[in-house]
């Protein structure tokens, strides 16, 4: 039983990084390329799931370092997110 829930949580932990790095180059790809991806528009979504995934990682021992990588790579969402719409704020502030 405990070698199920050791896999669990790593599975958990595994995929809050993977799907973080998934989540940076795909915004990275929309941002350099042009083109309107559909992360754009699901990005809160993707950050939860990271978000969720990763703080489940962090409730094992072997496993925490994988939700902390997780947790940063959503927070890093988050603030590069939260900067963008912050600059295009300033710079056009009444589209």
């Not at 790095?21 to 915004?27: E, G, N, P, Y």
């Not at 993707?46 to 925490?64: E, K, M, P, Y």
Request: aromatic share 16%; charged share 5%; proline share 2%.
């Amino acid at each position: 039983m405990d070698k199920v829930k050791l896999k669990s949580f790593q599975a958990f932990g595994w995929f809050s990084v993977i799907t973080g790095i998934v989540a940076l180059a795909l915004l990275n790809i929309s941002m350099l390329s042009g083109y309107d991806l559909a992360i754009i528009s699901q990005l809160s979504l993707w950050i939860s799931v990271i978000l969720i995934s990763g703080l489940i990682a962090l409730f094992n021992r072997q496993s925490r370092s994988l939700g902390f990588w997780g947790l940063g790579i959503a927070g890093y969402l988050g603030f590069f997110v939260a900067v963008i719409f912050i600059l295009g704020w300033i710079i056009v502030p009444f589209p």
